[in-house]
């Protein structure tokens, strides 16, 4: 079965850290480049990082630069978000996502996990 | 970073009827850079078309995606009730990636 399942969300204070993965299966993973997406509650989607299918390319959306980092391990088929120094406003539901053909991070995206719900409050 | 601007920001129709939504990008985007999502309530988006016009798998065909410069179009023909959620378009030719803030189709 293609799926991707997200998970290491919670409720965590300001400041602290998360580390969110996403486990795929179903398919061959390291063809394809991977991105994160987040939703905060009642809000649009917000690209957040992406990963090249070798990890040689990533990048980091400017909110997040600095603070987050992505990272894959394709001998396990998992993606990583280590989020550091999180803030209030990274309160959101983290989905990872998949590029459709290519694997460079320039396509669409197919394949979305069900997300993770972060929340960032004191 | 491109700016995409999608109108309106809610269309409300009937069952049976034909949506047209929008998506204005603040610079030019190459249409093979240019998605189209679903999403409905508590669901992860769904990839409905790429390139612009490309059907994803599995998409039925009242749904298509066309494009004329910096402005493209999602247009669903006959409105099944399952096609009320909300839409989002999408860049992914350069980065940032970037969305639109979303079209709410709702029951009239």
């Known amino acids: 079965q293609v799926q991707l399942v997200e998970s290491g969300g919670g409720v965590v204070q300001p400041g602290t850290s998360l580390r969110l993965s996403c486990a795929a299966s179903?398919?061959?993973?390291?063809?394809?480049?991977m991105h994160w997406v987040r939703q905060a509650p009642g809000k649009g989607l917000e690209w957040v990082a992406v990963i090249w299918y070798d990890a040689t390319n990533k990048y980091l959306a400017d909110s997040v630069k600095g603070r987050f980092t992505i990272s894959r391990d394709n001998s396990k088929n998992t993606l990583y978000l280590q989020t550091n120094s999180l803030r209030a406003e990274d309160t959101a539901v983290y989905y990872c996502a998949r590029a459709l053909f290519d694997s460079s991070g320039f396509d669409a995206f197919d394949l979305w996990g069900q997300g993770t719900l972060v929340t960032v409050s004191s | 970073e491109i700016v995409l601007t999608q109108s309106p920001g809610t269309l409300s129709l009937s069952p049976g009827e034909r949506a047209t939504l929008s998506c204005r990008a603040s610079?030019?985007?190459?249409?093979?850079?240019l998605a189209w999502y679903q999403q409905r309530p508590g669901q992860a988006p769904r990839l409905l078309i790429y390139a612009a016009s490309n059907r994803a798998p599995g998409i039925p065909d009242r749904f298509s995606g066309g494009d004329s410069g910096t402005d493209f179009t999602l247009t669903i023909t006959r409105l099944e009730p399952e096609d009320f959620a909300v839409y989002y378009c999408q860049q992914y030719g350069s980065s940032p990636w970037t969305f639109g803030q979303g079209t709410k189709v709702e029951v009239k």
């Open positions: 610079q030019s985007v190459d249409s093979i850079y």
């Open positions: 179903g398919f061959t993973f390291s063809r394809f480049a």
